[in-house]
């Protein structure tokens, strides 16, 4: 979500506040607070895996069965991408570069091609992250937008999630400025006709510190407008304010960059409102989500978190609104971002009326506390939510051979923490807030996680995600201005993305700049997704766990997805130095399930010439996996 300076996560480097990983959402939801207030600070806990020596049978529960995809026929593949970054052809990328300097992709640049090449990788929704008006430093006010303040804005291109007006796009990616916005409905155009859905990012827990909306509908007010600023929370009110005590700047932060000559310690607000995670203080810290402002929901979070939802609070009305304008504009679901620090009854307030708009939209929170995953699915009516804190953090210790590494964590993730509601837990390697894996913090090689991918794919029937770069293997390398050296690609600077504008080849889209072990890992992605995306067993199947059997450790594991048209033995193989040798025993309940198939890994469409029987020999090599139809 944003960047937030000295946090240390695994891996290394500073950590964009919005992934709240490990350590962070810790201190968010389990952490000692300050009184009865929630904030982010970098004390971290652990989480305890249990390990179950006995497999099991898992069937879909009724709440699964009740909450189905509008796309049974296809596993939902999502495809991340910022069109600031994914569009640009510029190759200068000086560190805290103008966008005269670096570029800027632009709407018009995801072409017919553009959408052809997403395609390719068998993926059916397109995320277009930061297309809505965030803070930057960059001057449109000959469009009648007012230039922002560099103390509250973090890097000249800005965060993506701290929104300056939800009823606009971000000037920085239209071609023609004055016609931004028929520039991406010409996008969400052309993405249908590619019978692609878009998402995009809705974020309801904060706003840009400069917030207002030049291009608001008729009638709409703006946040905070009516508000009485001489109470610090009011049911009325949009904000938390602090009462006769201005805003200050924090300090203590950045060593002096290019910016700096922009910034002068000081922003015009007063009384000061309360920063976007949950800081009531008049001068938060450098580390906390500065340049935003906490939206009220109607929590009085310095009395106890009291609950006042009846009358429904302005804000939830406001919000509403904002959801209903982007679905009429086309927009297929929404990416919601940090969902656990609004409350659950706003959503369940709200998603049901939006989708009486569209029945076929689809909400995804941006979670971490599986405490409390399936009351979202099922009290707030999320759609998917994140399994970040679970597979995503197990899956990454076993990439980078760490020594705590065990295939447990899988286990754990199917069998108990999402047990029952797998199919609503989104899986994924990287996003924007995630160290990128061929980056040097992460695993330095992209194929050391094909296993981990391979997983990801077909350990559920809910979504998979890849994030633009991923499938070339891009390392996020370089300084590119306030993101850092940070082992992920920067969200808020203007840059070009060096492996990925391989692919792009000066917007032909065709590959053609890739070297030979880039487009072996293009190839993979492809076929992986081709199977996967389309296959019955993981679309609707069950699981069944494979035993520890042959020379299988605790880097080695099996699952079987199985339904009545397809059987598959996925095996995966995390470690580095050690083949995979054994032979599998199949259940009789689920030989008898259907007729045998020719046994075939599908991930090389190669006949493995096995007799039919009741086991399957496997021989796999370190760091590789099989999808094995039988």
Not at 135 to 153: E, N, P, R
Not at 264 to 279: C, L, Q, R, S
Not at 361 to 368: D, T
């Amino acid at each position: 979500m944003r960047k937030v300076e000295g946090l240390k996560v695994e891996g290394g480097g500073s950590k964009d506040c919005s992934s709240v990983s490990g350590s962070i959402l810790s201190a968010l939801f389990l952490s000692p607070s300050i009184g009865s207030i929630p904030i982010l600070h970098r004390k971290g806990r652990g989480w305890t895996i249990t390990l179950f020596l006995t497999f099991t049978i898992l069937s879909l529960s009724s709440f699964a069965q009740k909450k189905r995809t509008k796309m049974n026929d296809k596993q939902i593949v999502i495809y991340q991408l910022l069109p600031r970054l994914f569009g640009n052809k510029n190759t200068t990328n000086t560190p805290y570069g103008t966008i005269e300097q670096n570029g800027s992709g632009k709407f018009n640049d995801i072409t017919d091609k553009a959408l052809d090449g997403i395609k390719e990788l068998h993926v059916n929704y397109v995320w277009f992250t930061g297309a809505l008006a965030h803070a930057s430093l960059t001057d449109y006010s000959a469009y009648g937008i007012k230039v922002d303040d560099a103390d509250v804005v973090k890097g000249r291109a800005g965060s993506p999630y701290a929104i300056r007006d939800y009823y606009d796009v971000d000037p920085d990616l239209a071609v023609d400025v004055k016609n931004r916005m028929q520039e991406f409905d010409a996008l969400v155009k052309r993405t249908h006709a590619k019978n692609l859905k878009v998402l995009i990012d809705f974020v309801p827990n904060h706003v840009a510190r400069s917030y207002h909306s030049y291009a608001k509908p008729n009638g709409v007010t703006d946040f905070g407008v009516q508000d009485d600023i001489t109470k610090a929370f009011s049911t009325t009110n949009d904000f938390y304010y602090t009462p006769g005590q201005p805003f200050l700047v924090p300090t203590g932060g950045a060593q002096q960059t290019p910016i700096s000559v922009l910034q002068d310690g000081k922003f015009d607000e007063n009384p000061a409102k309360a920063t976007g995670n949950n800081v009531f203080s008049a001068q938060p810290k450098y580390d906390d989500w500065y340049e935003t402002i906490k939206l009220n929901y109607g929590v009085d979070y310095q009395n106890g978190e009291k609950q006042y939802f009846d009358p429904i609070p302005p804000v939830w009305l406001k919000m509403r609104d904002i959801l209903t304008y982007w679905t009429n504009k086309g927009v297929d679901g929404f990416r919601c971002d940090m969902a656990e620090m609004v409350p659950i009854a706003f959503w369940n307030w709200v998603i049901p009326q939006i989708k009486k708009v569209n029945p076929d939209l689809i909400f995804l929170g941006e979670a971490y506390n599986p405490k409390v995953y399936k009351k979202y699915l099922e009290e707030g009516k999320f759609d998917y939510l994140y399994d970040k804190v679970g597979l995503y953090d197990g899956l990454k210790k076993l990439i980078r051979n760490e020594p705590t590494a065990d295939v447990a964590a899988i286990k754990h993730v199917w069998q108990v923490e999402s047990a029952g509601f797998g199919k609503h837990m989104l899986r994924f390697l990287e996003n924007h807030d995630e160290e990128r894996i061929a980056s040097a913090g992460f695993a330095g090689k992209a194929e050391l996680a094909l296993p981990a991918m391979v997983v990801s794919a077909t350990l559920g029937s809910g979504p998979v995600m890849l994030y633009f770069g991923q499938e070339v293997g891009e390392p996020g390398k370089g300084q590119e201005g306030f993101g850092g050296d940070d082992n992920r690609t920067t969200i808020f600077d203007y840059w070009g993305v060096p492996s990925h504008q391989d692919w792009m080849n000066g917007g032909l889209f065709d590959g053609h700049k890739l070297s030979a072990a880039q487009q072996n890992l293009r190839a993979y992605y492809k076929q992986l997704l081709k199977v996967t995306s389309t296959s019955d067993a993981v679309i609707n199947g069950e699981i069944y766990e494979v035993p520890v059997t042959g020379n299988m450790n605790n880097r080695m594991y099996a699952f079987i997805r199985y339904s009545g048209k397809q059987r598959l033995l996925i095996v995966a193989n995390f470690d580095r130095t050690q083949s995979l040798t054994a032979n599998i025993e199949i259940p009789d309940q689920i030989l008898k399930v259907k007729h045998s198939s020719p046994v075939t890994d599908l991930l090389t469409d190669r006949k493995l010439n096995i007799p039919a029987g009741t086991s399957i020999p496997v021989s796999l090599a370190p760091v590789s996996a099989q999808v094995i139809e039988f």
